[in-house]
């Protein structure tokens, strides 16, 4: 049985409850299978409401991202111009870089409804599925040197922190660098992958991928307790194309701010966010654990941390709390 | 005609002179057309003494890099245990990025005879013809946060002044960040590609390109003032296999030596050997030009420059001297 037989009946049930039997006999299949089926359809992102002696009724589709819809939207001079809007890929990363060794000009998107391959932080696999997120890519080609890329890893944070703090009613937390955190529970994932020549930045490929309207049965069990979609923690679904839109704005803005003025309004930005500063925490580095209370960061976005002896070290690469980093 | 068929004659002639005139005769073309042949296989590494009315006669071949000589002089643990010698590529730097993303281990090594598309910093065109230099790249898969990538940069500066310092008899400058001179000549360019996810170094692909035996004529005339070969710098030519396994070992005991330490011993040895250092310069960062005098390496590896005010800039990208960078 495939879904879209199905998803035929459903649909011309025009909204009407089918009855379970009558679609096992069409599609001739157990109604065990019609209901396992019924479920990926809900995975997929269609709305169906099942109602003993009733049947099944098919209330909402999957809302599918459109350039229609978004471009009118994007208010940007450049973050979102060059817009590659794919349906499934490996990872929109992998996609981005590839248009980056190619020439893509700053500012090219790539977002993807669903990636089969989505990554996060140190290769660790990232739940992305379809339609139910945002998993998109930004490029980036800023004049700055090499030693300095961790502020643009605090900047995105920042900026994703700000769009969606616009668009929805949740309070956002940053956990250095660039988690950002609901309730304790991260929405979000961001990853910069970067190349340099010498100390001079080719382009810095920036991750985001936004747990929007995921449902709690879209998590596998063990992240549960630490993982959360917006619409999990508002109540309510949101329209993608419009946090997209305020995303890109908000990024836009911050970036031109911090290439006119450094890094001094985002510092300050960050850390009014930060949800890590002046508690005692374990940070695992490729040198080791370090035990200390950040306080703050530095010039170069390094998170400054005090150490018992009332020393400070500067960290720069570190898992916070929860593992030990690879090296 | 081709190189091949006077190749042949000339090696037909087992080392007695073979007149200009039989050899126009047999390949069927003019004397001027064989003086030009001749000059094609000099410029490939052939020695061919040319005396009137005797004629021609093949004194040297172009010693080529064999794994057989080489693998025997490598006497380090790991940097060039992986050995890839190649005959022509574009550019060995793009090879070897290509073997990282496949998972190479650290000390993975390509060696090229020639490169056809070699590159500089900034994108510039890198003089490799064949068999005259060494042109090779080095990976490195550094435990250290991407900020600290320019130190990698110095330490690759000091590795390969002191092999070649070991190996040749002549007095190497280091011109921030990483040039190596011999009075006031470059020698070498050194060129360092990385790739990062967030503060975590994925890779580091060091190029090395090094001027060993080239000729004065292997220039373009306008470079003649600006670079020079070891060979014309000191005189004789050099033993090619000899430098790459000194140039291995000093590379690994002092990347070995600063994972063990950290950056202070390299640094040390850098202001030591810089040629940069407490004499007024303009430094062209991608933010503008810099007056004033570099007064030694941060922490970081950034060079610090005392302007005329007497404070103090930390510069991490820039050209010194001669042209403005791009960004």
């Known amino acids: 049985m495939s879904k879209v037989s199905l998803l035929s009946l459903l649909e011309a049930g025009s909204g009407e409850y089918v009855s379970g039997e009558e679609i096992s006999r069409k599609l001739n299949v157990s109604r065990t299978a019609v209901w396992k089926q019924v479920r990926k359809l809900e995975a997929d992102g269609y709305v169906i409401e099942a109602v003993p002696r009733l049947g099944y009724r098919l209330t909402g589709k999957p809302s599918r991202l459109s350039v229609q819809e978004l471009l009118p939207k994007i208010e940007t001079k450049r973050f979102g111009r060059q817009l590659h809007l794919l349906d499934v890929v490996p990872s929109t990363q992998d996609e981005l870089r590839r248009l980056a060794e190619q020439g893509a000009p700053e500012g090219t998107l790539v977002i993807a409804e669903q990636q089969t391959n989505g990554r996060g932080r140190m290769g660790r696999s990232w739940v992305s599925p379809a339609g139910k997120g945002i998993w998109m890519s930004l490029l980036l080609r800023p004049p700055v040197p090499l030693p300095l890329t961790p502020q643009l890893t605090l900047l995105a944070a920042v ?63 063990e992240l549960l307790d630490k993982a959360i979609s917006l619409k999990m923690a508002s109540g309510a679904p949101i329209n993608r194309s419009g946090l997209i839109a305020i995303i890109l704005e908000e990024f836009e803005r911050l970036y ?58 500067t960290i720069y690469s570190a898992e916070i709390g929860d593992r030990v980093v690879g090296s």
């Open 256 to 313: 031109d701010l911090y290439l006119e003025q450094g890094f001094a309004p985002i510092r300050s930005l960050w850390e009014a966010h930060s949800v890590t500063l002046n508690s005692e925490t374990t940070l695992y580095t490729p040198q080791g654990a370090v035990l200390g209370i950040p306080r703050g960061l530095d010039d170069m976005g390094g998170l400054k941390v005090e150490i018992s002896d009332g020393s400070y070290r």
């Open 159 to 221: 900026a994703l922190s700000r769009a969606i703090s616009r668009e929805v009613p949740v309070k956002i937390g940053i956990k250095w660098p660039n988690d950002l955190l609901v309730g304790g529970k991260k929405i979000s994932g961001i990853l910069l992958e970067s190349a340099a020549e010498d100390e001079r930045l080719r382009y810095v490929v920036v991750g985001l991928g936004i747990s929007v309207n995921l449902d709690a049965e879209d998590y596998p069990a």
